[in-house]
C-alpha cells in the first residue's frame, strides 16, 4: 500500500482533536484522524461542562450526548455544613446550566459527525513516530491488531494525543509542564432508586477533604461520577506521588461513606488521569505553523476549576480555521487572545483559594451569587480578571480578621 498524503492529520480523537478534524473536513480539507483505542471507548474524565458549549458545536444536536442538566450545587465542607446553590438565582438575566455527560458517548458522536463530514477516522492506531519530511510530515502508525505500522504525510499536523502524547515532544513544544492529577470512580446509580434526597439536577462538591483540590459527584443517567481533584499549584511533581493517590481515594470514600452508599473496598475501580494545567501563555505551534497543539495537548485546563472540555473544543475550532485560512502561525496568539488574561487571573485566584480553602468557602463558596458567578466564570461570560482584585481584597481581608481573633 502507498503512502497516502493528507492536508491535515490529527492525533487524537477526544473533543479537540475530533473537532479541528470535522471543523477543517467541513471546510473541504483532506483530513485524517488517529485514534489510539477502537471506538468508542472509556475515558477518565468528570465530563461536566457549561452549557455555552454548543456555540461551538452548533451543528451536533446535545440529545446526541448530553444526560442531564445540572441547575444547582450542593457545596460542602468536609461532608458537612452544607450549602445549596443556585445556578439560575431570582433575577438573573440569562439562565445557564452545566450539561452532563460521558466522554465515551460525546467523542464518539464528535468521531461520527467528523467522519459525516469527510475525515478518514482510523481509530485502534496508535502513532509512533512524526518527522519532518522536507515540507511534509511524516508519521508512522500501527493498528492495534497488526504488527505491521504504516505511514501517511500530512502538510499540518494538529496535536490532540493529551498530557503524555508525543506530538508536543516531537514539536519540541510545552517542555514545561505543570501537571495536576485527578481521580475518579463510577457508582452505579439510578435516580429514584435510592432514599438520596438530591436529583438529577443537583451537582455536588467537596472542599474540606482534599489538600490543594476538591472532590465532586456528577450525576449521569445510569452512574454517579464520583472523583476528587489536586493541583500543583506550586509547581511539585505529583505523577506517582503515593500520598496524593491516597488523599485522592480517601475523598472518594469519604463521599460513599457520608452519603451511606454501600461499597466494596477491593471492587472498585479507581481511574486516574493528569491535568495539564495552564502553566502561562507560550507557544503552541512550531516557527514554521506545521505542528499546533490543542486541548490537553496544549495545557489547556482552567487553573482553578480544572475543567478543560469547552477550552478543548474552542481550541479545535480555531485550529482549524487557522489552517483553512492559511495562517497557522497565528495559532498560538488567537489561543493566547481567547483564554491567557482568564487563566492567568484565575490561576493567581487559584493560589489563595487552595491555600485558605475553608476562608474561601465561606466568603465566596457560600456567597448568595457564588454558584451563579462560578458557572459565568466556567462558561466564559465572566473573566476571572473582572473579579480577581475584589475578590483577593476580600479574602484577605477576611484572612487578616481570623488572624487578628485568633491572636
Known amino acids: ?37 477502537p471506538l468508542p471507548r472509556h475515558k477518565t474524565c468528570g465530563g461536566g461542562t457549561p452549557m455555552v458549549l454548543q456555540r461551538w458545536l452548533y451543528h451536533l444536536a446535545p440529545e446526541a450526548f ?31 446550566t452545566l450539561w452532563m455527560m460521558q466522554r465515551s458517548v460525546f467523542d464518539q458522536a464528535l468521531a461520527q459527525a467528523t467522519a459525516a463530514a469527510g475525515a478518514t477516522v482510523c481509530d485502534g492506531v496508535v502513532v509512533q513516530s512524526l518527522e519532518r519530511l522536507g515540507d511534509r510530515l511524516r508519521i508512522t502508525a500501527r493498528p492495534l491488531k497488526s504488527r505491521q505500522p504504516f505511514v501517511a504525510t500530512a502538510d499540518y499536523v494538529i496535536g ?12 519540541n513544544l510545552r517542555r514545561y509542564r505543570r501537571v495536576a492529577l485527578a481521580m475518579e470512580i463510577e457508582y452505579p446509580f439510578e435516580a429514584g432508586t435510592t432514599a438520596l ?16 483540590g476538591y472532590a465532586w459527584v456528577f450525576p449521569k443517567k445510569d452512574h454517579l461520577n464520583i472523583g476528587a481533584g489536586v493541583f500543583c499549584l506550586r509547581r511539585q511533581p505529583v505523577l506517582g506521588d503515593r500520598t496524593i493517590v491516597a488523599q485522592l481515594r480517601r475523598a472518594i470514600i469519604g463521599y460513599l461513606e457520608a452519603w451511606q452508599l454501600p461499597y466494596q473496598l477491593d471492587q472498585i475501580q479507581f481511574h486516574a488521569h493528569p491535568l495539564p494545567i495552564w502553566a502561562g501563555a507560550e507557544p503552541l505551534h512550531t516557527p ?6 490543542v486541548g490537553d495537548a ?5 487553573p482553578f476549576f480544572g475543567d478543560g472540555i469547552l477550552h478543548a473544543v474552542k481550541s479545535g475550532v480555531i485550529a ?16 493566547h487572545q481567547e483564554v491567557a488574561t482568564h487563566f492567568d487571573a484565575a490561576l493567581s485566584l487559584a493560589k489563595f483559594f487552595y491555600q ?20 459565568q466564570l466556567l462558561a466564559g461570560e465572566l473573566g476571572f480578571e473582572a473579579i480577581r482584585a475584589k475578590t483577593l481584597r476580600k479574602l484577605r481581608s477576611a484572612l487578616i480578621g481570623s488572624w487578628l481573633q485568633g491572636n
Open 66 to 96: 448530553v444526560e442531564g442538566e445540572v441547575s444547582q450545587i450542593r457545596h460542602t465542607w468536609k461532608f458537612g455544613d452544607a450549602h445549596l446553590g443556585h445556578i439560575n438565582p431570582p433575577g438573573c438575566d440569562r439562565p445557564l
Open 1 to 37: 500500500m502507498g503512502v497516502v498524503h493528507y492536508d491535515v492529520i490529527v492525533c487524537g480523537a477526544g473533543p479537540a482533536g475530533a473537532t479541528a478534524a470535522m471543523t477543517a473536513a467541513q471546510a473541504g480539507l483532506r483530513v485524517a484522524l488517529f485514534e489510539k483505542y
Open 356 to 375: 485558605y480553602p475553608h476562608l474561601a468557602f465561606k466568603i465566596g463558596v457560600k456567597h448568595p451569587k457564588g454558584t451563579r458567578i462560578a458557572t
Open 298 to 302: 496544549a495545557g489547556l485546563i482552567n
Open 288 to 293: 514554521e505553523g506545521r505542528i499546533l497543539l
Open 320 to 335: 482549524a480555521q487557522c489552517l483553512i485560512q492559511g495562517n497557522p502561525t497565528a495559532y498560538s496568539d488567537r489561543i
Open 197 to 212: 434526597e438530591w436529583g438529577p439536577e443537583t451537582a455536588h462538591l467537596e472542599y474540606g477533604a482534599v489538600p490543594q
Open 160 to 171: 490532540a494525543d493529551g498530557a503524555n502524547g508525543i506530538t508536543a515532544a516531537a514539536a
